[in-house]
């Protein structure tokens, strides 16, 4: 039995001469989250339930009625008998509490929203579409804000989802604690 021993230094060094190509994109990013112990979190509620019950109720329950004032004021619905056979959308209020940077309330927000997914595709409803802007367009209008040195201004469109049309009639109980007796649906 021969004895051979060749040192790692001899050995020459293999490289590929494929290209690679890596699992994360260049521009993906990442942001490291705090255990939620260390930072202040929000206990939004879930239900309406759990919104009157809370300490915030008061905000809560104003931040509705701005929510319904202003689906009033953009004439979003109208109370209606139920038309027979027609079976009504359930809804529910979906609870935020706004921050600002440093951390402190700006406000509370209510948003009623229609349990969609209960929905039937071709009974209820025959096509969904939700505009939303693609990256490329937000890297465009930087790009153009950057070259040309303009400003440029972050604004909120506060009742956006309030602002489209629907060719359909869609029914839709009123909401929990805003239903006015004798109309049980919108």
Not at 22 to 36: G, H, K, N, R, T
Not at 81 to 110: F, H, M, Q
Not at 124 to 146: H, Q
Not at 166 to 182: A, T
Request: aromatic content about 10%.
């Amino acid at each position: 039995d021969v004895d051979i021993q060749i040192e790692n230094d001899q050995l020459p060094v293999r490289r590929s001469a494929r290209a690679r190509s890596y699992a994360i994109s260049s521009d993906y990013v990442v942001y490291l989250q705090e255990p939620s112990d260390f930072i202040d979190v929000d206990d939004d509620p879930f239900t309406f339930n759990e919104a009157i019950e809370s300490k915030q109720y008061r905000f809560l329950i104003n931040a509705m009625k701005e929510e319904l004032d202003s689906m009033a004021k953009n004439q979003t619905w109208s109370l209606v008998s139920l038309s027979e056979g027609v079976k009504p959308i359930e809804c529910k209020w979906v609870y935020k509490t706004k921050r600002d940077s440093k951390g402190n309330i700006e406000r509370y927000k209510a948003i009623l929203v229609a349990k969609g997914f209960i929905q039937m595709e071709g009974i209820d409803y025959n096509e969904t579409y939700s505009p939303v802007s693609a990256k490329e367009s937000m890297r465009i209008v930087l790009a153009l804000v950057a070259h040309f040195d303009l400003e440029l201004h972050q604004m909120d469109v506060k009742t956006a989802l309030l602002n489209g049309d629907l060719d359909e009639e869609v029914y839709m109980d009123q909401p929990q604690g805003f239903s006015e007796s004798g109309k049980d649906h919108l």
